[in-house]
């Protein structure tokens, strides 16, 4: 059928009605695409969903009939329905204006991208160096505003699925890379699917030898991952205790009394347990992030109980409190979350004060103005971030400590890894969220596990709280909102795996390749050598022929 024939046969596809059915698909597609993207993370965790959606929104952007305005307005639509189901934790004890505010925030980074990438439409290999840019703004995501928020990075979706080895090689930035890559190299193929000509078919084959290189690439990382360790490597038992809360919310503080008295009486409960031999003994027992906000340096009640716990499961607890810093005052309350070993019979040790704190929670930037904004404000505390290599010792284990809102963070684990962790645990409060949020942040445990090639203990004041072998696979985990330990034997491991030498630097280098892409484009297009009957807008139609109608 001839195109004129097909516009008489449809006449909805002309005038206002076709637009108005070209902008409510093409808004669809935007909306099917994030919110393919947003169940790649926990809880769904379908990996697999962020590759399609990725290609759907790769297919928007490039299409010869999307406009710079359209790329811009589709990219928005795409991060809206992204962030707002992934992120409505984030207001379940607030109210929605937060959570709205911070949707809008991230979904901004989509159309950053779109605006970066439309000068590379026309490039051949142009799904490489978009996932190039993609990365580049994932990066910018982690630094600004307020010091960055990560979530929302495409390789924390990828957690259960065979890209996820990448993160051996390279962390989180390569980890996305190759799922980026994988999701335009998709959507260049299908773009191409309907025309036919040497130029189509280069590109076809490009994109598909992009996905096959991406598959042999996963396929041969995961042996490394997979690896066990030698016979001869060192071991040892932990025990991590989730007490939980008596209640979810923000009122978690109030109830801190509690709180401890909750993890004092399950570590209690474990050391009958190891006395009847139900359980191994443990020769490291974790607590979560403010297990202890009563100050056990300065309260004597809390420095009794948590000795006596310590006393009968006789093995050193980390603990998780709240401490004054030395320039506190009554106007300028200013206080360290703070990591403490207690060692049975000598009491408190070496400490891990949390170095990157959470903006609007742990401390209110420029708090003279959002106090105006909403009554919540002033419940943000006055947390100073603090400094060290990230580790404390336990039985002589060198253990990289990631405090919760720190373990989202590439530098946070790499930094004690570096400084000699053979173990990493993630102590974590989630009583003001919610189980969305909870496993999420598990997802970030699991990344690291395999980045790093270490054990990553999870535990959480509510769940889900997690023991993540070297490769990523949860040996056992807690539900949520429960009370409850668990046990678990890990291996230590001090070599160096590569991503934690190598992430840095390949996080730069995709950058730079982002960058020298979009201004090489950029050179091109503007060259006076450009022929002036080429398409200034659009892939090239000189050596392409469409076949049947453009939807």
């Known amino acids: 059928m001839s195109a004129a024939a097909w516009t008489r046969a449809r006449p909805w596809r002309t005038g206002i009605a076709a637009t108005v059915w070209s902008r409510s698909t093409t808004a ?25 959606g990725m290609a759907a929104l790769g297919w928007l952007l490039t299409r010869r ?16 329905a992204l962030y707002l189901p992934l992120l409505p934790w984030t207001g379940a004890f607030v109210g929605p204006a937060p959570y709205l505010a911070l949707s809008t925030v991230c979904a901004v980074f989509p159309v950053a991208f779109a605006a970066v990438t439309r000068p590379l439409r026309e490039s051949v290999g142009w799904p490489l160096w978009w996932a190039a840019c993609w990365v580049a703004v994932e990066w910018l995501k982690t630094l600004v505003p307020f010091g960055g928020f990560p979530w929302g990075v495409l390789a924390y979706g990828q957690t259960d699925g065979p890209l996820a080895a990448f993160a051996r090689l390279g962390g989180a930035p390569l980890v996305s890379f190759a799922t980026a890559w994988a999701g335009f190299s998709a959507a260049a193929m299908i773009g191409r699917a309907r025309t036919v000509g040497r130029e189509s078919r280069h590109e076809a084959v490009i994109a598909a030898v992009s996905l096959i290189a991406i598959g042999l690439g996963a396929l041969s990382i995961w042996p490394l991952v997979r690896q066990s360790a030698a016979p001869s490597a060192p071991s040892i038992t932990v025990a991590l205790v989730q007490g939980n809360v008596p209640r979810l919310g923000l009122d978690f503080n109030a109830q801190r009394r509690a709180v401890l008295d909750n993890h004092v009486t399950q570590t209690l409960r474990l050391a009958e347990d190891v006395a009847a031999g139900r359980v191994a003994a443990p020769q490291i027992v974790f607590w979560p992030e403010n297990s202890s906000d009563v100050n056990p340096l300065t309260d004597d009640d809390a420095r ?152 990553v203990v999870v535990a959480s004041t509510t769940g889900v709280s997690a023991v993540i072998a070297p490769d990523g696979r949860a040996a056992s985990t807690t539900a949520f909102n429960a009370s409850g330990y668990l046990v678990e034997r890990i291996t230590l491991r001090s070599g160096l795996a590569p991503a934690t030498r190598w992430t840095p630097r390949i996080q730069l280098a995709l950058s730079v390749l982002a960058v020298a892409a979009v201004a090489i484009s950029l050179v091109r297009r503007r060259s006076p050598r450009r022929s002036p009957a080429a398409p200034a807008d659009g892939p090239r139609e000189t050596t392409t022929r469409t076949v049947g109608p453009i939807a």
């Not at 009939?65 to 811009?72: K, N, R």
């Not at 963070?409 to 173990?423: C, I, K, N």
């Open 28 to 52: 669809a597609v935007a909306v099917t695409a994030g919110l393919l993207v947003s169940t790649s993370f926990a809880p769904l965790d379908w990996w697999w969903s962020a590759i399609i």
């Open 304 to 455: 009794r109980r948590i000795t006596a716990a310590a006393a009968a499961i006789d093995a050193p607890i980390l603990i998780g409190t709240v401490l004054r810093r030395p320039e506190w005052t009554p106007q300028t309350p200013a206080t360290s979350n703070t990591m403490i070993v207690w060692n049975p019979g000598t009491g408190p040790a070496e400490r891990h004060d949390k170095k990157i704190i959470q903006p609007f929670g742990e401390y209110l930037p420029w708090r003279n103005v959002f106090r105006h904004l909403s009554s919540y404000a002033d419940r943000a505390g006055f947390f100073v971030p603090g400094s060290g290599t990230g580790i404390v010792h336990a039985a002589g284990v060198p253990v990289g400590v990631a405090t919760c809102w720190e373990v989202v963070f590439d530098r946070a684990a790499r930094d004690a890894v570096l400084a000699g962790a053979q173990m990493l645990v993630v102590p974590s409060n989630s009583a003001t969220f919610t189980e969305q949020m909870s496993r999420q942040q598990l997802a970030f445990g699991k990344l690291r596990a395999i980045e790093h090639d270490r054990s």
């Open 65 to 80: 009939v999307t406009t710079t305005s359209g790329a811009l307005g589709c990219a928005l639509v795409f991060g809206m």
